[in-house]
């Protein structure tokens, strides 16, 4: 059960102080003991906040996006909480870029939290933590909460298992955006933004784009969602509310199609199979600093079982 000063925590973090709402997300990212207390205290309040992923190769701007996504939401009275995922330090394991350096007009302001995190070795564009930390702002009262994602290029994929809308940001001029796109980005895209639309090859981009979403459209049958492809210059905040419009239009898609659900399900198993997995890595690397593993190693040496035998008792004696 989940102590006082926890419970304390948790009741200053939903009343929105952004002293216990950046505790908390320490508590996930640290892998806490308390994790699970954590979520079991949150997870009550959470389901109301749409979550927005942010993705694409680097340097199309997704770090100005994303201030102009938050000025543009915020110009509509919502709150709105910003994960930077970021790549890890070799030395420290944090993040080297922090929110002192980016969006910063967005400081000051009570109706909005940013929060870098690290990558910590994790693939596909995000941290481990992500997931707790999205139930923490969930909770808090955010209505809308950004993830951005590290870029790294074609294989930041996993936002789309845990965002309700995924937005891919391209931009002209960068061979690696439209390759991007076919390598596997296309499939994961809700809304396409083709940012730093004032530049040659604007165009281009956009008609490629288009020939792809409708190439891929003959191969889907039934309703489906064609996703739009909004320019903007978010430097100079262009073509932002109709990022915005598009969201909103995508969110009300997902609800009167079953979507939403079906999307937050798929995250539900994808959290609880992560988790299961983290605590089964756990086990076995106990076995791994204890004999056990070392005596089964040593019999598949000498031939007295085969690797798939010893695995077979390995897992087996986690189970017991």
Partial sequence: ?????????????????????ARLISLVEDSSPRVADIARALTPYTGRARVVGLTGPPGVGKSTSTSALLTALRGEGLRVGVLAIDPSSPFSGGALLGDRIRMTEHATDPGVFIRSMATRGHLGGLSWATPQAVRVLDAAGFDVVLIETVGVGQSEVDVVKLADTTVVLLAPGMGDGIQAAKAGVLEIADVFVVNKADRDGADATVHDLKQMITLARREVRGPSWRQPIVRTVAAKGEGVDEVVSALRTHHEWLVAHGELDRRRAARAREEVAAIALRRLHAELADLRDGDRLGELAARVVARELDPFAAADRLIAELKA
Avoid: H, K, T
């Fill in 1 to 21: 059960m989940a102590g006082p000063d926890l419970d304390e925590l948790v009741g200053r973090a939903r009343e929105g102080q952004p002293r216990a709402v």
